[in-house]
């Protein structure tokens, strides 16, 4: 998977095609992996370690983007329920994984955690900028919407 720097240095240099738009606290980027379509990631800008490096209006910006993707998804999708995750492992760097649930899922994985996937099964379906670019202007849409803000061009809709 993509570094949280480098997606984010990818993502101001409009290099990155995952990209869904600009938002307040960072980037809404298609995650590497869309083995459940509209796997999301929020990629803080600037890049920071934990969420406890950012002042209470940084947070609360970073928490409000963070469920606007999951409102958009909710809106967009077939999306039963998000899940909302910030680990940062594997890659130390503050990252929030907003993850889209299906009522199609089996049962015995939709009940657990995202990854409780099989490896083989989560590598299946890699991110496809053609196959994913028309959930990605919906995506921006929406989001567009909830923020206030004119849809941008290519990918580029909210700006901070």
Same mark, same amino acid.
């Given at each position: 998977?993509?570094? &949280?720097?480098? /997606?984010?240095?990818? $993502?101001? =240099?409009?290099? #990155? @095609? ?5 938002? $307040?606290?960072?980037?809404?980027? +298609? ?6 379509? %509209?796997?999301?990631?929020? +990629? @803080?800008? *600037? ?12 947070? =609360? ?8 993707? %999951?409102?958009?998804?909710?809106? &967009?999708?077939?999306? +039963? ?7 940062? #492992?594997?890659? @130390?760097?503050?990252? =929030? ?10 049962? $015995? &994985? ?25 959930l990605i202007v919906r995506l921006a ?6 923020? /206030?803000?004119? *849809? %941008?061009?290519?990918? /580029?809709?909210?700006?901070?």
């Open positions: 998977m993509t570094s &949280v720097r480098e /997606g984010v240095e990818r $993502a101001r =240099a409009g290099t #990155n @095609p995952a990209v869904i738009c600009r938002m $307040a606290s960072g980037w809404a980027v +298609l995650c590497d992996i869309q083995y459940l379509p %509209g796997y999301t990631v929020l +990629l @803080p800008d *600037p890049v920071v370690a934990s969420i406890n490096d950012l002042d209470r209006p940084q947070r =609360a910006a970073f928490l409000s983007d963070m469920a606007s993707i %999951g409102d958009a998804l909710l809106e &967009v999708t077939d999306t +039963l329920r998000v899940n909302y995750a910030i680990l940062g #492992n594997s890659d @130390p760097f503050l990252h =929030a994984h907003i993850v889209p649930r299906y009522a199609s899922e089996p049962e $015995a &994985v939709r009940r657990h955690l995202p990854w409780s996937y099989p490896q083989s099964f989560m590598d299946s379906r890699p991110f496809d900028a053609e196959r994913d670019g028309d849409e929406a989001l567009n919407r909830y923020m /206030g803000s004119d *849809p %941008g061009s290519s990918g /580029g809709g909210i700006h901070a």
